[in-house]
């Protein structure tokens, strides 16, 4: 089983939809969880950090399942600029290691007008 | 705000020659790391730093060796380039290691004929 799986899509979404993605992850000691956000050819920029208790960022949300191991992003009233992947993002804390995050391969969300 | 920041953007080589990427950030980081990224692969961990005069290995070092000199500055060598190793190369930083999120630089787009 892979560390941190994503579905690839492409998930194609209607603008103003409201769409949602998860992440699994294998370790149960996992964490710190985070997702970010990749344009085309870009780098990797920090979208939200993802709490135990969920946390919201305007039109993002993101949850924790930790019995479940996923993490979730919801994403409200999709615009055009949203279009991107979207990487999923979990440290499994191994005491100061660096080497402990790992980045999902990604979901590609393309937004249609 | 330069944040972390890489050169050259673009490098062609031939098979066998070498050269040296570097990254250098103005966060008064103490972890930096090289990434890879290549398609349906995600990022890979080179080599990551815990600090200056530190490296230690990533997921895939065979063929790079990286440096640390100086705290903001973080530099990646291939000593003999192979076809292989054609990619896009990410730099990034954090405060510290686990739990932190990491800063990327935009990218260095390798082709090695």
């Known amino acids: 089983r892979k560390e941190v799986e994503q579905d690839p899509g492409p998930f194609n979404v209607p603008e103003g939809a409201t769409v949602a993605f998860n992440c699994t992850y294998s370790?149960?000691?996992?964490?710190?969880f985070f997702w970010y956000r990749q344009d085309c050819r870009k780098e990797p920029k920090l979208l939200m950090s993802?709490?135990?208790s969920g946390n919201e960022d305007g039109r993002f949300t993101a949850q924790l399942n930790r019995a479940s191991q996923y993490i979730s992003l919801l994403i409200r009233d999709s615009k055009l600029s949203d279009s991107a992947t979207y990487l999923c993002?979990?440290?499994?804390?191994?005491?100061?290691?660096?080497?402990?995050?790992?980045f999902g391969k990604g979901t590609h969300l393309i937004i249609q007008p | 705000n330069a944040g972390v920041t890489q050169t050259p953007k673009f490098r062609v080589l031939k098979t066998g020659q070498s050269m040296t990427l570097l990254c250098a950030q103005d966060?008064?980081?103490?972890?930096m790391y090289w990434y890879r990224q290549d398609p349906g692969m995600g990022l890979r961990l080179i080599h990551y730093?815990?600090?200056?005069?530190t490296t230690a290995k990533g997921e895939v070092p065979d063929g790079y060796n990286v440096s640390r000199l100086k705290k903001q500055n973080f530099l990646l060598g291939l000593e003999s380039a192979a076809p292989s190793q054609t990619s896009v190369y990410f730099c990034?930083?954090?405060?510290w290691g686990d739990g932190q999120p990491q800063h990327f630089g935009d990218g260095t787009r390798l082709s090695i004929l």
């Open positions: 730093s815990v600090g200056e005069g």
């Open positions: 993802v709490y135990s």
């Open positions: 993002v979990v440290n499994i804390g191994s005491g100061g290691g660096a080497d402990g995050l790992t």
């Open positions: 966060m008064n980081h103490e972890y």
């Open positions: 370790n149960s000691a996992s964490q710190s």
């Open positions: 990034a930083s954090s405060y």
